[in-house]
């Protein structure tokens, strides 16, 4: 890739300076005269801006890591990657590899990678995230300024960074931050390709969405159509030879999408764990499924999630999504401007050659963008507002070169003297009504933005013309500096904990809350993604400081007791097991245990929640014979707490959202046969989604299992709770979805 990221500096593209129709005999100027700097020599401002741009970006996405909540579902597979290579190739949650979670494996490879050579830990797992985040910014810059210049380059790396669900996710452990880069990257070397119609660059261009795919499935392709049309359109080389390279690009872009697949295709089905997230165990239902159209178009179980509407946590799906109560203040800043752009952008192009570079670039972004922003605002299936992230490269880039191109016509052209001050105003009229539907919170930053963009356009005017072209660029400078004031205040709330709401892995969002669009909202959404909040903030930090590690304890440093992935909300409502999730703790009670790194484990009984105390859980281990699994429960976000707090592989025998079929009665048998699996909890608001399966295997086990009674393993049970335990151990009658909670031990003998 280093031809899309050569951080040397390049000259603007040749479409804004002038070319001299013969050789002019060179004048030498004056022993007293400076000298004016040679063009292709970058500003003396370029470098030491762009670096003092990444070090804002990496403050803003390390600083008081440990304190947040990580997505314990992702974390619980890491750590199970580094006990198991296998568990690291297939992306399994435990390390006996029962289950993958719902998404292909390549985020948890570069997280269990450096967790395998570093340690497992929350700075550990989140280095090679902060440093992609931080590539993706060198990246875009880069490919910006080749096209428009330093100055463009420095506002789209600026307004890149100060993204407020950039900022958010890019501290969180979620797939989001790798897939951005990937797509980034594809799209940088693709303009390379256009613009030296060389083979290679866009060859790494399709193994860069390729990757992408394998990082988020169908969201990688989302940019794809914009970046294969640009080159097919603006390349150099003649039509028959674009056609035969975009032909050779879709093979490696096949290559590069679908080798996991067809490598867990070729084994066994009884050798692999269950591909979470399918109907059928496979990995090619999963992407023609749950993380294929069924995001967009919604459906039920496996489906993509969300019975339609968006799944409840961004509003209701339509074209004006991006600028209701839940996602405005997260991604919506800048798109009235980049709109703008955009379109004044490509007037000014005009008719430019094919070839030309700038406007290539205008539609490579453009489109991401546009393609992007009608995905998310129109998609039925599960939306979480920190998909957004993706849009803001389009954004950036728009803002960045657009703006500059605004600039030059506003100076050069009465005709275009009132388009730049007009999209300023917009800009600063939409920050404006961003900043007070956050009712009492920095309620003098929305005065101070209007009075600075009046200020600054008002210098734009006065400074246009005459040999005024430093007050000229400081107005420019208070111009960009009112438009990022917003989303700077949303994106530093995240780190400094000053939000409404404490930052969490389950719904990873920047700023105070201000809708009720779905669960979302507030630096973590007091709830977000169906996930039990509880695992961020001030308190996590303190749980952390309680009995973490010196990193900070178990990745977030927090009680791994929160639902984290997309499925974990595709049930809306209630989470596996009835719990609902805007429950302050983990579903089942708030029991904790102690774990890898000290950290507590949020949990509690309930078949939901999955729970366990310190003194069951070493009662577990004490008694686990040799077992490869430690215990089996419901659901995946019950299998990772107890993952994280034991060590230990757990089995989340139906997923998510209880509506996988990795777990049949004939399964159970023949583990429990075996010997690889003694204990399986029951409980707590009933188990997976209610299946034929389901019931066979809740119904056996009450049947054939012997109940363990709480005066088994904790010193301060009561007599009322042993004959609670033995009753509902007796009764094969007993309703699943009961609050009681119960861990039954099964034996060879048990299996007739």
């Given at each position: 890739m280093t031809s899309a990221t050569d951080p040397l500096p390049h000259p603007p593209a040749s479409t804004d300076r002038p070319r001299p129709t013969a050789t002019p005999t060179p004048t030498p100027a004056p022993p007293s005269t400076p000298t004016a700097p040679p063009p292709d020599k970058a500003p003396r401002w370029s470098l030491p801006a762009f670096l003092a741009i990444l070090v804002l970006a990496a403050v803003l996405y390390g600083w008081?890591?440990?304190?947040?909540?990580?997505?314990?579902?992702?974390?619980?597979?890491?750590?199970?990657?580094?006990?198991?290579?296998?568990?690291?190739f297939f992306g399994s949650l435990d390390a006996g590899n029962f289950l993958t979670v719902d998404k292909p494996p390549f985020a948890l490879m570069v997280m269990g990678l450096s967790c395998r050579v570093f340690g497992f830990g929350t700075w550990q797992m989140m280095l090679p995230l902060i440093l992609t985040a931080l590539g993706t910014i060198?990246?875009?810059?880069?490919?910006?300024?080749?096209?428009?210049?330093?100055?463009?380059?420095?506002?789209?790396?600026?307004?890149?960074?100060?993204?407020?669900?950039?900022?958010?996710?890019?501290?969180?452990?979620?797939?989001?931050?790798?897939?951005?880069?990937?797509?980034?990257?594809?799209?940088?070397?693709?303009?390379?390709?256009?613009?030296?119609g060389r083979l290679l660059p866009l060859l790494g261009s399709a193994a860069c969405f390729g990757l992408a795919f394998n990082t988020k499935m169908l969201q990688g392709y989302i940019a794809l159509p914009a970046v294969f049309a640009v080159y097919l359109y603006a390349a150099k080389p003649r039509l028959v030879k674009r056609l035969v390279n975009l032909a050779a690009a879709a093979v490696v872009l096949a290559v590069s999408s679908f080798w996991w697949a067809a490598a867990v295709s070729l084994v066994p089905a009884d050798e692999r764990p269950y591909i979470g997230g399918s109907t059928d165990g496979t990995a090619w239902n999963l992407i023609t499924g749950y993380n294929g159209l069924g995001r967009v178009l919604g459906g039920e179980g496996n489906g993509g999630?969300?019975?339609?509407?968006?799944?409840?946590?961004?509003?209701?799906?339509?074209?004006?999504?991006?600028?209701?109560?839940?996602?405005?203040?997260?991604?919506?800043w800048l798109i009235p401007f980049a709109a703008v752009a955009l379109v004044g952008g490509l007037v000014l192009c005009g008719r430019a050659p094919r070839t030309d570079l700038t406007r290539a670039a205008l539609v490579m972004w453009g489109g991401w963008t546009a393609?992007?922003?009608?995905?998310?605002?129109?998609?039925?299936?599960?939306?979480?507002?920190?998909?957004?992230?993706?849009?803001?490269?389009?954004?950036?880039?728009?803002?960045g070169g657009g703006g500059l191109m605004l600039l030059r016509a506003f100076r050069a052209d009465r005709r275009?003297?009132?388009?730049?001050?007009?999209?300023?105003?917009?800009?600063?009229?939409?920050?404006?009504?961003?900043?007070?539907?956050?009712?009492?919170?920095?309620?003098?930053?929305?005065?101070?933005?209007?009075?600075?963009?009046?200020?600054a356009i008002t210098g734009l005017f006065v400074f246009r013309s005459g040999n005024r072209a430093r007050l000229l660029a400081a107005s420019v400078a208070a111009a960009v500096v009112a438009s990022v004031a917003g989303p700077a205040a949303y994106a530093w709330s995240v780190p400094s904990g000053s939000?409404?709401?404490?930052?969490?892995?389950?719904?990873?969002?920047?700023?105070?809350?201000?809708?009720?669009?779905?669960?979302?909202?507030?630096?973590?959404?007091?709830?977000?993604?169906?996930?039990?909040?509880?695992?961020?903030?001030?308190?996590?930090?303190?749980?952390?400081?309680?009995?973490?590690?010196?990193?900070?304890?178990?990745?977030?440093?927090?009680?791994?007791?929160?639902?984290?992935?997309?499925?974990?909300?595709?049930?809306?409502?209630?989470?596996?097991?009835?719990?609902?999730?805007?429950?302050?703790?983990?579903?089942?009670g708030t029991a904790t245990g102690g774990g890898p790194g000290g950290a507590a484990m949020g949990g509690g009984g309930g078949m939901g929640g999955g729970g366990a105390s310190t003194e069951l859980l070493s009662y577990l281990k004490k008694n686990q014979d040799g077992a490869k699994w430690l215990l089996a429960v419901s659901s995946s976000q019950s299998a990772a707490q107890l993952i994280l707090s034991s060590g230990e592989p757990v089995i989340s025998m139906w997923g998510w959202s209880g509506s996988d079929n990795a777990m049949t009665l004939a399964r159970l048998k023949e583990l429990v046969k075996s010997g690889?699996?003694?204990?399986?909890?029951?409980?707590?608001?009933?188990?997976?989604?209610?299946?034929t399966a389901t019931s066979e295997v809740t119904e056996w086990v009450q049947k054939n299992g012997t109940a363990v009674k709480e005066s088994d393993y904790s010193t301060s049970s009561s007599t009322t709770s042993d004959s609670t335990s033995t009753s509902t151990s007796t009764s094969a009658s007993t309703s699943t979805s009961t609050s009681e909670s119960t861990v039954y031990r099964l034996d060879a003998s048990d299996v007739t």
């Open positions: 008081n890591l440990s304190g947040s909540g990580l997505n314990s579902f992702y974390s619980a597979a890491v750590l199970s990657g580094t006990q198991s290579w296998k568990a690291w060198w990246i875009l810059h880069s490919s910006v300024k080749r096209v428009w210049g330093h100055g463009a380059a420095a506002v789209a790396a600026l307004v890149l960074a100060l993204t407020p669900i950039t900022v958010a996710i890019n501290r969180d452990n979620n797939p989001d931050t790798l897939l951005v880069f990937l797509m980034v990257g594809g799209a940088a070397l693709a303009l390379r390709a256009v613009h030296n999630g969300g019975g339609g509407g968006g799944g409840g946590f961004s509003g209701t799906a339509g074209i004006g999504r991006m600028f209701n109560d839940t996602l405005g203040g997260q991604i919506s393609l992007h922003y009608l995905t998310f605002a129109m998609a039925e299936g599960t939306m979480h507002p920190y998909y957004t992230t993706a849009l803001a490269p389009g954004i950036a880039a728009l803002c275009w003297v009132w388009v730049l001050p007009l999209a300023l105003a917009v800009t600063a009229g939409w920050a404006i009504v961003l900043l007070r539907r956050a009712s009492g919170w920095n309620p003098w930053l929305w005065p101070a933005v209007g009075v600075a963009m009046a200020l939000a409404a709401s404490a930052m969490s892995g389950t719904n990873p969002t920047a700023g105070p809350t201000t809708g009720s669009g779905g669960f979302g909202g507030g630096a973590g959404g007091g709830g977000g993604r169906g996930g039990f909040p509880g695992t961020g903030g001030e308190q996590a930090g303190q749980d952390a400081q309680a009995g973490g590690q010196a990193d900070g304890g178990r990745p977030g440093g927090t009680p791994p007791g929160a639902a984290t992935d997309d499925a974990a909300t595709d049930d809306a409502a209630t989470a596996p097991g009835g719990t609902a999730p805007e429950s302050g703790t983990a579903p089942g690889e699996l003694h204990y399986i909890q029951l409980g707590g608001g009933g188990m997976g989604g209610g299946s």
